[in-house]
């Protein structure tokens, strides 16, 4: 048993685990407020990454402008996302937000392919080191900056859901639409806000996983790591999503380490978290940290 | 089943009361669009002929999750995995124990549904969105054994398979095989509304209505949501078998997340809860990207065309197709093609007191 | 009467005569521009489609008669080629097809066998060199109709294998070097494992355990540490370029040293720029003679063919545009064959035309594409593996990879030539 080499490997696991997290967070932040499941939060990720990649290369703007602006674009798309599409589907069964999610996911591939091209672009150097020694294992910055803005996301949450009006409103319209709405609070409102706020946090990841491996059109698959996460850590709970995404992230890591050294089976690392996603379902369905829905008849 | 029944038309017996055709209009339009398609062979080419083939097959594995989804009320992301299964079991039980095809289809059906049951056990104790994603789940599990079970799947390579043949007279033309996809079409769709009719059918309904209330009246949930995700496989066992041996190939590339969220479509724009929509769904996802191709290319050459650039992204102007069509469809007509018919049919029925 | 009938006899003919020159013949051509392997598809895609483009133009078709070339993007999904096919055999009947990937060639080969058109196809399995069936190999079948331009995965990987043995004495180093197999478990990647692994062995390499990562990016750190850990000196990296491109910058920010051996569509210049300094140094199978900017008799062609998609002449042309102008051509000059002395242009003269010549170069691309011999039992068109290296001297991300390349920050560089012997136990896998 190597004990340095599984060491990186679980250190790789946090770091990039810190990432699905990001992304789960954003997921989980749409369900929370809205009880939709977007199963577009992929194609989020891709959006903003070429939306920034594009104000990089082709506007050749510095880095933290051309950052600050994707963020600003992703703000409007997502309200206007929210507007358009999924306000209309209120009260609609779940299995037609799910398909509408997922016709949205299908819509804006095929655009991000038709106005980008198929090849795979490179981000411009954003950092002047590019690798960071951590305890030994050399990390991408990329990597480092989305720990560091996750972590700056998370106690800005904190904060927003705690102190803020807008912040006490959304908890209001999650916990209880209806009383929500008799106290003056707009729910509608409450609605694009957090999915403008989920499309922004979306876009974090997108370009932190362009930094790192170009930006392409399989961005998107990132996306279906979500699952697995907010199923582990709980479908509605924030600090549940990221800490769900850790886990997955060691998870994968492990995996490979167990089938390198000892199973040998070629791709436990891809389908280990489903299969974590089934055993969590059928021990503890609401996760880690969900809370538990009690029916009432 | 809403056919309109004209006034004085009534029934006499309970027997007469659950007939799947009311009137005798619904039931000669059966049997002059079956007389129909069956003249189609004669007069359409190949192509359409293979389009058709596709609806067929499609259809049969939609109408499984139809009545999983639109009539149990249960979520399934996972259909594409099972309707693999069933092409794959069809194909192996061919080949390695050399039943004829045209038995290996219906057995393949049996074997899919044996999965289908093993994987809604579980999944009856799960509701909404836990349920999609555990559906999720399972389809990226049963990838990964289609990809790695050579013995079974012929492995990544795939396998080859033979046309069904009777006495010397084998279905590999698209015309004689459109025959044997019409037959099992038919016999299919009428097990499914026979099935609605009965009293699984009417408890299926009762779960999916107000699942609390149908356990209130005895109604055992957990049996008759496995029951449910079985003959859901079933059926998609069988429309995959006869996909199989249709394209000659089966390999695990073509049974992807994409084609599961292709037949989730096909049952939402056909209707959810309508046998007939689930036909109509298959059709319409069948035709729309022959529609965007036909559109694409009438355009093609012309100022549209150079602006947009259209010509070189065909594909991914088909696939924005099907996007929007789903959002579409989901925002404007939220229960299907099946209620714009029948709308259609009450104009025509009730003019001039309709509106 | 008889002078009457012999008048409307000639009259016919020659009624006939034009009409039968002026009638096109119609070709396929399957192309994935949209879907998992559109990052190499496209390029190649476009180098037969500009090919036939030229054919028709410059050299009236064949034998003066235009070719119908139906172009069709199935987005790499198999059942969609089929149908397309289906289609193509129903009604304009084609001659010949153009293909692509694994995912449409293996689920053709048994219909173009059945209908007798040569497919010559983007996918280099060995499984299609098998022509005659008789290698003995467990699911391999008679493929008499299935051709491509260039060396099989399997003996591009042996020739990269024969090349590494001999970089490993070249650098003074001692012992059994490690070879692993990275790549998807996929038949595209997975195609060559077998005959890689045997042929290290052979050759004195230790075999360590494959490595599987997937076809799509993501973050391969995992991979890459076990592979510092079990001390591999050489990996092949079975995937396309999207893929090896994660694997490749992960190995970078970890400080892997390894000499990694990319696949014919595993390395280009769009991947160049899009790993940057990443991909210096990986060594890659090119199936051509020459790539873009270095210069042969063949290349005036290759420019011309160019300007058919880009007039102006500036748009850089990877490595598979190239590869897949040889390709059309080698179709193109066996219809010519068929068409000669009159003959009827039908898929099973077709076929025999790639029989006819030995050391086949189209003419006119002398220098370029490699010379190919094919028989009835044997399609291994090539054994002649030309293997190139990746330099990348700096930041890629600004500029095209025409303007890249231009101003030497990227450049190809010709390692080594190795010839394989044209061995009858090595047919087939």
């Known amino acids: ?297 | 089943m809403t056919v309109m029944t004209p006034a004085g038309d009534f029934r006499g017996s309970y027997r007469a009361d659950t007939t799947i055709f009311p009137t005798f209009g619904s039931r000669a339009a059966l049997w002059a669009g079956i007389a129909v398609l069956c003249l189609a062979p004669l007069v359409l080419d190949r192509y359409f002929l293979g389009l058709l083939i596709n609806v067929g097959t499609l259809g049969i594995a939609a109408l499984g999750l139809n009545i999983l989804v639109g009539f149990t009320g249960q979520i399934s992301i996972g259909h594409a995995a099972f309707f693999g299964f069933g092409a794959f079991a069809s194909a192996w039980l061919h080949e390695a124990f050399h039943i004829p095809v045209l038995l290996a289809i219906p057995l393949a059906g049996v074997m899919t549904a044996a999965v289908g049951l093993i994987f809604g056990a579980p999944a009856a104790r799960l509701k909404g969105l836990y349920l999609a994603i555990a559906t999720l789940a399972a389809q990226f599990i049963l990838e990964d054994f289609f990809a790695r079970a050579r013995w079974f799947t012929g492995g990544v390579a795939g396998r080859i398979t033979e046309s069904p043949a009777i006495a010397g007279f084998a279905f590999d033309r698209e015309e004689s095989y459109f025959y044997l996809v019409l037959a099992f079409v038919v016999v299919m769709f009428v097990a499914a509304s026979n099935l609605m009719r009965t009293r699984d059918g009417r408890a299926l309904v009762a779960v999916r209505d107000h699942y609390l209330s149908a356990e209130i009246m005895g109604i055992n949930l957990a049996y008759y949501r496995t029951l449910s995700f079985g003959i859901a496989s079933f059926y998609a066992g069988i429309g995959g078998a006869l996909y199989a041996h249709h394209l000659l190939f089966v390999s695990v590339e073509a049974f992807n997340i994409l084609f599961s969220i292709q037949f989730l479509s096909m049952v939402i724009i056909g209707g959810l809860g309508s046998i007939s929509g689930s036909l109509m769904g298959a059709a319409f996802m069948v035709a729309l990207p022959e529609v965007v191709q036909a559109g694409a290319d009438a355009i093609a050459g012309g100022a549209v065309d150079r602006a947009l650039r259209i010509g070189g992204n065909i594909s991914f102007l088909r696939e924005m197709a099907i996007g929007a069509a789903i959002i579409l469809f989901l925002l404007f007509e939220p229960d299907g093609l099946a209620r714009r018919w029948r709308l259609i049919k009450a104009y025509w029925k009730l003019y001039p007191y309709s509106h | 009467m008889k002078a009457a009938l012999a008048l409307a006899a000639t009259m016919t003919a020659a009624l006939a005569g034009p009409g039968a020159a002026q009638q096109r013949i119609p070709v396929g051509h399957l192309m994935d521009n949209s879907g998992a392997t559109s990052d190499v598809g496209v390029p190649y895609g476009q180098g037969v489609a500009d090919t036939l483009a030229w054919v028709n133009q410059t050299r009236q078709g064949i034998a003066g008669r235009p070719m119908n070339v139906l172009g069709f993007d199935y987005g790499y999904q198999a059942p969609r080629a089929v149908s397309q096919y289906q289609a193509w055999t129903g009604r304009e009947r084609v001659v010949a097809i153009q293909g692509w990937g694994t995912a449409d060639t293996e689920a053709l080969v048994r219909f173009v066998n059945r209908d007798r058109i040569p497919f010559i196809s983007g996918s280099y399995s060995a499984a299609l060199t098998d022509a005659g069936g008789k290698s003995g190999r467990a699911g391999v079948e008679a493929s008499p109709y299935n051709f491509f331009f260039g060396p099989s995965y399997s003996d591009a990987l042996r020739g990269m294998l024969r090349w590494a043995a001999d970089d490993w004495k070249a650098r003074g180093q001692s012992g059994r070097p490690k070879y692993v197999h990275m790549g998807g478990n996929h038949p595209y990647p997975n195609s060559p494992k077998e005959a890689g692994e045997a042929m290290a062995r052979e050759l004195g390499f230790d075999v360590l355990p494959a490595i599987t990562f997937a076809l799509t990016p993501g973050d391969y750190t995992a991979q890459c540490l076990t592979l510092r850990q079990q001390g591999a000196n050489y990996a092949y990296l079975g995937n396309t370029a999207g893929s090896n491109i994660s694997v490749l910058r992960a190995c970078q920010t970890a400080g892997v040293q390894v000499q990694f051996m990319g696949n014919v569509w595993g390395m280009d210049e769009n991947a160049m720029k899009a790993a940057g300094t990443a991909a210096n140094g990986v060594v890659f199978p090119v199936r051509t003679q020459v790539v873009t900017g270095q210069d042969a008799p063949g290349m005036e062609a290759i420019r011309a063919i160019s300007r058919v998609s880009d007039p102006t002449g500036t748009v850089y042309r990877p490595v598979h545009y190239l590869a897949g102008a040889c390709a059309a051509m080698l179709m193109v000059e066996a219809m010519d064959t068929a068409a000669a002395n009159g003959g009827q242009v039908t898929g099973e003269r077709i076929q025999r035309a790639f029989y006819e010549r030995t050391g086949w170069v189209p003419r006119g691309f002398e220098g370029v594409c490699t010379p190919s011999t094919f028989t009835a039992e044997d399609h291994r068109g090539t054994m002649r593996v030309a293997i190139y290296r990746a330099v990348v001297g700096g930041e890629t991300s600004q500029g095209s990879v025409g303007d890249l390349i231009r101003a030497g920050t990227m450049r190809l560089e010709p390692v080594a030539t190795v010839e394989l012997e044209r061995k009858r136990e090595l047919l087939g896998w």
């Open chain 1, 1 to 297: 048993m190597d004990g340095a080499l599984l060491f990186q490997l679980l250190l790789n696991g946090l770091i990039v685990g810190a990432l699905y997290g990001v992304v789960a967070m954003s997921f989980v932040l749409i369900y929370k407020a809205s009880q939709v499941v977007n199963f577009a939060q992929g194609e989020f990720l891709l959006v903003g990454a070429w939306t920034c990649w594009w104000l990089l290369v082709e506007w050749q703007l510095p880095f933290w402008a051309g950052f600050l602006l994707t963020l600003a674009f992703m703000t409007l798309f997502g309200i206007v996302l929210q507007v358009v599409v999924l306000r209309p589907l209120i009260g609609e069964p779940v299995i037609s937000v799910i398909m509408a999610t997922i016709g949205l996911g299908i819509f804006f591939q095929a655009l991000m392919k038709w106005i980008f091209g198929v090849f795979a672009k490179p981000f411009p150097p954003v950092f002047s080191a590019d690798r960071v020694s951590v305890l030994g294992l050399e990390v991408q910055s990329a990597y480092l900056l989305s720990l560091g803005i996750s972590v700056a996301i998370m106690a800005g949450f904190g904060w927003f859901f705690r102190y803020s009006r807008h912040g006490l409103a959304m908890r209001a319209t999650a916990f209880d639409q209806q009383v929500a709405q008799s106290l003056g609070i707009s729910v509608p409102r409450v609605f694009a806000m957090s999915w403008a706020i989920s499309a922004v946090v979306s876009a974090v990841a997108g370009v932190t996983v362009g930094m790192v491996n170009g930006v392409s059109s399989a961005l998107s698959f990132y996306g279906i790591k979500v699952f697995p996460a907010v199923i582990l850590g709980g479908l509605d709970s924030v600090v549940g999503a990221v800490l769900g995404g850790l886990i997955v992230g060691v998870l994968e890591n492990l995996s490979q380490y167990a089938d390198s050294q000892w199973l040998n089976w070629g791709n436990l690392t891809q389908v280990a978290p489903f299969y974590a996603l089934l055993l969590i379902l059928l021990i503890k369905p609401y996760g880690l940290f969900g809370t538990k829905n009690i029916e009432r008849i």
